[in-house]
């Protein structure tokens, strides 16, 4: 049977009837449309459906939707403002930090957690934040790179191109 | 994708209220953080008809610094505030460096002290998915009526303990306090575990782990190593954790745990008493390790042989003892857990 729910989705309220058995992956990717979010083992191994949840990169494969009630979700889509990007996105973008795209969102919102903590991090640090999130495409190298560029722009004053 | 099983999901605000919803849902289950059981209910080897939510239970979520310079941390704590606490961090290294190395940052992030303590023993036959499972043929963990693939002609299930936390604080002398429906009681931490793989608990239905009780730690000395196939996501293929009492540089108390080398976790004292009256000395790290290394069965439950984990035992021993006697082991720690070097 279904139940209702409020979520905080990118600051928006929304209100909806979902399945209680249902992780957030799926009610984001299925009854809000915000297909951003990926879903790759759905078993917590890749990191791919990562979102932020009270501003920390949590995998929505292994959270129960109505576990996230009262806490701000932050997916993809709501990152960055009307067109402007994030600095993460463009840096990804610019530096190739992105290729086939399956892992970015992921890696995205587990940098942007990391940087709002951390401003500054070393390349250890942000190996180790992204840890938990498999690419199979870029070999890492550019993915280190682009968050590391990220910060620094965000440091000098945020202007991103 | 993968899915759940449909099942009912209950969000109580107190602790009293989840047990007694508990109490009336003989298949019901409770959660955490999620990172164990939601695997496990997805690949269909574990069944439940309602989850219980444990995260809004105040009574779990809190960390207080004891008067002994202990602490009492909530089950309902998530690792990643472990991590952040340097205060741990100096006062029981082993207790944070075990925190840090589980799995990955983001089910840090979500995964809990009481769940972490709960995690179901694991073995490769077991952890698969159902459909592999059903072709492969079904084990003693998921169906009584079928022999343990490990050891077909053992009466029981060996899959492996794989709680980083247990070997880690149970080592430190942690106390833990369970309340359920027959009342609150308070149990060192290695009495949680039995020696099985299928029972794996001394919890019974509709109680829950509400917190850890580690006391202070004034001369003690420790340190927790863990071997895994990658340096992150992966679990232990094996552990060590070592506590010394040192007010010289004698050891006057000593304490050892073992992790996934067996279906429960081992606190073996043969081998914390190869350590007492000693200064650690080469030759006595080198007969705590063999005492390790005769006393652990590790069984073909991992993506490693166990030949290899009983021959690498020793190895997480010998580095965990040589950090508690002041050696650098910097370059070690680089290969075995760069994330226990981390500012
Ligand atoms: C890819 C991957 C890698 C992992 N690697 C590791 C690893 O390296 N080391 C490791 O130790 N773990 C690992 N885990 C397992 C798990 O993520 C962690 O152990 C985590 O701490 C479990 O906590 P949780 O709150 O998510 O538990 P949950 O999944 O919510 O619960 C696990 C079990 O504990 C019970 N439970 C939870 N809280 C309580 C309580 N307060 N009282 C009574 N019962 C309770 C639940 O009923 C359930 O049976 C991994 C998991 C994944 C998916
Ligand atoms: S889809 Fe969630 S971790 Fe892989
Ligand atoms: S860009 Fe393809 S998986 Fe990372």
Redo the contacts between chains.
């Keep these: 049977?279904k139940?209702r729910v409020t979520l905080q989705v990118n600051g928006e309220e929304r209100e909806l009837l979902v399945?209680?058995?249902?992780?957030l992956l799926?009610v984001l990717r299925e009854d809000l449309g915000l297909t951003g979010t990926k879903?790759g083992c759905?078993?917590?191994?890749c990191?791919a459906c990562?979102v932020l949840i009270d501003g920390?990169?949590?995998?929505s494969?292994?959270?129960?939707v109505?576990?996230t009630?009262g806490s701000p979700i932050t997916t993809i889509e709501g990152l960055g403002e009307g067109q402007t990007l994030d600095p993460l996105q463009t840096m990804f973008a610019k530096l190739g930090g992105s290729q086939c795209g399956y892992c970015t969102s992921g890696m995205v919102l587990?940098a942007r957690a990391l940087l709002d903590r951390n401003p500054d991090p070393?390349e250890?640090?942000v190996k180790?934040?992204?840890?938990?999130?498999i690419c199979r495409c870029t070999g890492y190298n550019q993915i280190i790179e682009s968050v590391l560029e990220a910060a620094a722009q965000e440091r000098a004053g945020g202007a991103s191109e | 994708?993968?899915?759940?099983?449909?099942?009912?999901?209950f969000?109580p605000k107190t602790l009293d209220e989840a047990i007694a919803l508990a109490s009336e849902l003989p298949s019901a289950r409770f959660?955490a953080?999620?990172?164990d059981l939601?695997?496990k209910l997805?690949?269909r080897q574990l069944g439940a008809s309602a989850?219980i939510?444990l995260?809004r239970c105040e009574e779990l979520q809190t960390i207080k610094r004891l008067d002994d310079g202990g602490w009492r941390i909530g089950a309902g704590v998530k690792l990643?505030e472990l991590v952040r606490l340097p205060e741990l961090r100096s006062s029981h290294p082993a207790i944070w460096q075990a925190a840090s190395q589980v799995?990955?940052?983001?089910?840090r992030?979500?995964g809990t002290v009481g769940g972490n303590l709960c995690v179901d023993p694991r073995c490769f036959w077991f952890d698969q998915t159902a459909p592999w499972r059903e072709a492969a043929g079904q084990c003693m963990k998921i169906d009584p009526a079928v022999v343990c693939r490990v050891a077909p002609n053992s009466p029981r299930c060996w899959a492996v303990s794989s709680t980083d936390l247990a070997p880690a604080m149970g080592a430190a002398r942690a106390k833990v306090r369970i309340v359920g429906p027959a009342g609150e009681r308070t149990v060192p931490l290695p009495e949680l575990y039995r020696d099985d793989g299928i029972d794996y608990m001394t919890l019974s239905h509709g109680e829950v782990i509400v917190d850890v009780e580690i006391p202070g730690s004034v001369g003690w000395r420790s340190a927790f190593w863990k071997i895994r196939r990658r340096?992150?996501?992966d679990f232990a293929l094996l552990s060590a954790s070592v506590e010394v009492f040192m007010l010289t540089d004698e050891v006057l108390e000593a304490r050892v745990g073992l992790g996934a080398v067996g279906s429960c976790p081992l606190f073996p004292p043969e081998v914390a008493a190869v350590l007492v009256g000693t200064k650690l000395e080469d030759d006595v790290i080198e007969a705590a390790a063999a005492a390790a290394k005769k006393l652990a069965r590790p069984m073909e439950t991992s993506d490693m042989p166990s030949s290899w984990r009983r021959r690498v035992l020793p190895v997480a021993v010998k580095w965990a003892l040589r950090e508690v006697r002041g050696d650098d082991v910097t370059d070690a720690r680089r290969r075995y857990g760069?994330?226990v070097?981390?500012?």
């Design positions: 049977m139940t399945q209680p058995h249902h992780t799926e879903h759905e078993l917590g191994e990191g990562a920390e990169a949590v995998l494969c292994l959270t129960l109505g576990d009630e587990t070393s250890d640090q180790a934040a992204l840890s938990g999130n | 994708m993968m899915r759940l099983p449909v099942l009912s999901h969000t959660v953080g999620g990172t939601l695997p997805k690949r989850l939510s995260t990643v799995a990955s940052p983001p089910i992030s979500s340096q992150s996501i760069p994330q070097l981390l500012p």
